[in-house]
């Protein structure tokens, strides 16, 4: 099970971090990754790590802006959330996929864990 937190409102330009916390200590070729929903839009990727090594991947609406970090020892990743605009107004959820490729880890299909959502609101 996947436990996301520390949505929230923030003005424009503000930061916001969240986590997910896994119950269990996820295997070796688990990716968590982060996704968000706004109203009325579809499902987007926006960040994912590997459990082993740590290498990231980011959409280009975040790159520069978010960053994505894990610590294996509390079973918990996080997603840094700066310079916010109100188009990151969304509920973003955690989800964790096993053997993810490259390719592959920005289609949430690949994600069957998902946490609940947080929500983070943007205003400007």
């Known amino acids: 099970q996947l436990q996301a937190s520390g949505g929230g409102s923030v003005q424009a330009g503000g930061s916001l971090r969240l986590s997910c916390v896994a119950s269990?200590?996820?295997?070796?070729?688990?990716?968590v990754g982060w996704f968000r929903q706004a109203p009325g839009k579809e499902r987007e990727f926006v960040a994912a790590i590997k459990w082993s090594g740590g290498s990231s991947t980011y959409a280009d609406t975040v790159k520069g802006r978010f960053a994505i970090s894990k610590d294996t020892a509390k079973n918990t990743v996080w997603l840094q959330m700066n310079s916010l605009e109100a188009k990151d107004t969304a509920v973003y959820f955690c989800?964790?996929?096993?053997?993810?490729?490259?390719?592959?880890?920005?289609?949430?299909?690949?994600?069957?864990?998902w946490g609940q959502g947080t929500l983070v609101t943007v205003s400007s």
């Open positions: 269990a200590r996820p295997s070796v070729n688990t990716v």
């Open positions: 989800a964790a996929g096993r053997g993810l490729i490259t390719s592959t880890l920005r289609d949430a299909r690949r994600y069957p864990d």
